[in-house]
């Protein structure tokens, strides 16, 4: 596609219930990052992938998180159990390289904890 | 630990030009100056990054000082579209991979 894709951009889901956000990144990026950002909030880095591997994921809140990438493509962030502290926007972005160029965003996923 | 300071807000009249300031007293001489923004309900979107010259492209301008402590983004002619929340970044260009977003500078353009 021509940009990154984030699927679905609302969820709204019961306390308690584990929700898969997903993001499709640009074609031939090989670094995938994952942001979090809070109602009226900076952007919180959660974790990133370089291909499909993950060497930081110090900014994941909980064990409660998880993320994976296959194929140097799609990448999944899960959240168990969720929390209303959980209600937030998550940002996927991806780039060609690491530090090189610029990050692109996707349009994020809206998540709601009731 | 903040690596830049931007004011909290900034208002700009449609048509004119908008400077938005960046303090970055600590940067590194491998760090680079990164400008994102992000209109309300979207992703953030790349604006425009300098080492120590300035660079022009079609969004905007940055402004570097020659001790690289400070620097300007100039959005030539602001239009309603371009209210938005600024992000001024300090990073290494090779090795690094995160975007560290403080704040950033909420502008918006009254016409």
């Known amino acids: 596609g021509a940009g990154v894709s984030q699927s679905p951009s609302n969820k709204v889901t019961e306390k308690g219930k584990d929700v898969e956000l997903r993001c499709d990144p640009i074609?031939?990026?090989?670094?995938l990052y994952w942001y979090r950002q809070r109602l009226g909030q900076g952007l919180e880095f959660l974790i990133y992938?370089?291909?499909?591997?993950?060497?930081?994921k110090s900014g994941l809140p909980s064990d409660r998180f998880s993320a994976e990438r296959t194929g140097e493509s799609v990448s999944t962030l899960t959240i168990q159990r969720t929390q209303q502290e959980d209600s937030a926007v998550y940002l996927c972005?991806?780039?060609?390289?690491?530090?090189?160029?610029?990050?692109?965003f996707g349009q994020g996923t809206r998540l709601t904890v009731v | 630990d903040a690596k830049t300071t931007q004011p909290t807000s900034m208002d700009c009249a449609e048509g004119r030009a908008a400077n938005l300031p960046c303090n970055h007293s600590?940067?590194?001489?491998?760090?680079?100056v990164y400008w994102y923004r992000q209109i309300h309900s979207q992703g953030p979107q790349y604006i425009i990054h300098?080492?120590?010259n300035n660079e022009t492209n079609e969004m905007a301008s940055l402004i570097i000082t020659e001790d690289r402590k400070s620097s300007t983004l100039i959005l030539p002619h602001a239009t309603l579209r371009d209210t938005a929340v600024y992000y001024c970044?300090?990073?290494?260009?090779?090795?690094?991979?995160?975007?560290?977003f403080g704040a950033g500078t909420t502008v918006t353009v009254r016409a």
């Open positions: 600590t940067i590194s001489g491998n760090e680079y």
């Open positions: 972005a991806s780039s060609f390289t690491t530090g090189g160029t610029e990050a692109f």
């Open positions: 074609s031939g990026h090989t670094a």
């Open positions: 300098g080492l120590k």
């Open positions: 992938f370089q291909g499909n591997s993950a060497p930081d």
């Open positions: 970044i300090v990073r290494v260009l090779l090795g690094d991979y995160k975007l560290s």
